[in-house]
């Protein structure tokens, strides 16, 4: 009982974190995708590729580090949401500076707008990557948990 | 007696992907902040760069009312003091200056006489870049005479004589300026051309004092 509490624990922090870093890394690329000459770093207009390595990346190490194919689902899903708080955070960046472009309701839209196809394009990197690292994870790194003293290695479900 | 595990410590494999995802989330944070930072920046110089210009119209060669002579010349000397409240660096790019004097006999009552448009570039020596958080200054000066510029300047001297004959001088005419300048950022790249319409004008700053009144 007392086992399972803590599991689910766990698995709902580490759902939140990745769903974090994921959106972390959506968010940045919306940005970037909209504005790519005002971005780090800069550019006359997005670099495919380098959306998609960022995307890709943090996809497959979230991926790597989630124990469930449905906790990767859920934080793709939760990542979208979080990267559109993300973009829309950095849009708002010059109110820190006094100056107001629009109302703070327009900017979530304008974000939608113009961000839509890379939110689109992060969670199908997401799903496909994801799962990738999922798969990798099971297949590739907990194999070598077997090289490991057993005091080490904490037992798995 | 502890018996403690010799060697290097080995770190779980389950563990790699979080030292990984740590790592990858302080880059990706320095990159949010540095692209909010930039775009506040930029943000900030559109938003409250301004500039004030002081002019000065001199008349060489003229009669005792006041009126050109042939001879004669119009000097438009102009002095434009750029503020830069931003963290950017903005260079001066293009100017235009259009200066219409007081004409009765037209719609708007006054007539264009100069409209010079040029990039800064071309100057013999062009401005010194304006400093973040800083100012610059660009000092120009401009001449109208009848070699030059035959039309604009006949329509001077007749409007000149057309005031002088009513008033006994051709003093007091008045004249409207209007300066347009284009500020660039430094550092910003120029956009694609197939780029929205938001970002064509992203790095270059647009200011204009005085009032347009067309051409």
């Given amino acids: 009982m007392e086992r399972e509490r803590a599991d689910r624990n766990r698995n709902l922090r580490n759902t939140a974190l990745l769903s974090g870093f994921l959106g972390l890394a959506l968010g940045y690329v919306v940005f970037y995708g909209i504005y790519p000459t005002l971005s780090v770093p800069a550019g006359p207009e997005p670099s495919f590729g380098y959306l998609l390595l960022i995307l890709a990346m943090s996809a497959t190490l979230a991926g790597l580090a989630t124990e469930r194919l449905a906790m990767g689902i859920v934080q793709d899903l939760l990542g979208v949401l979080l990267g559109g708080a993300v973009a829309t955070a950095m849009l708002m960046s010059p109110a820190l500076t006094g100056v107001v472009l629009a109302g703070a309701v327009d900017i979530p839209f304008y974000m939608v707008h113009f961000g839509f196809p890379f939110l689109l394009l992060g969670f199908l990197t997401n799903l496909v990557f994801g799962t990738a690292g999922i798969g990798l994870r099971e297949y590739v790194l907990l194999r070598y948990r077997h090289d490991l003293p057993p005091s080490w290695v904490r037992n798995r479900k | ?215």
Avoid: C
């Fill in chain 2, 1 to 215: 007696m502890t018996a403690t595990p010799s060697g290097p410590r080995r770190v779980p494999p389950e563990r790699v992907p979080w030292y990984l995802i740590l790592a990858a989330t302080a880059i990706l944070l320095a990159l949010v902040v540095a692209s909010a930072g930039q775009y506040a920046a930029v943000t900030q110089a559109h938003a409250n760069a301004y500039f004030v210009p002081a002019y000065s119209i001199t008349f060489r060669g003229t009669d005792p009312r006041g009126v050109l002579l042939d001879n004669g010349s119009v000097r438009l000397g102009l002095t434009l003091v750029a503020t830069n409240p931003s963290p950017v660096v903005l260079d001066f790019q293009t100017i235009i200056v259009k200066a219409w004097i007081g004409n009765a006999t037209t719609p708007t009552g006054l007539y264009l006489v100069f409209l010079p448009t040029f990039d800064v570039n071309t100057l013999p020596s062009p401005p010194a870049p304006i400093a973040a958080r800083g100012s610059g200054t660009l000092s120009l000066n401009f001449t109208l005479d009848r070699t030059s510029h035959p039309m604009q300047f006949g329509a001077v001297q007749s409007i000149q004589s057309a005031v002088a004959n009513a008033t006994g001088t051709a003093s007091g005419i008045p004249w409207n300026l209007y300066v347009l300048i284009t500020l660039r950022v430094e550092g910003i790249p120029d956009p694609v051309a197939s780029a929205g319409t938001y970002e064509l004008n992203l790095n270059r700053v647009i200011l204009t004092w005085g009032q347009d009144l067309g051409t």
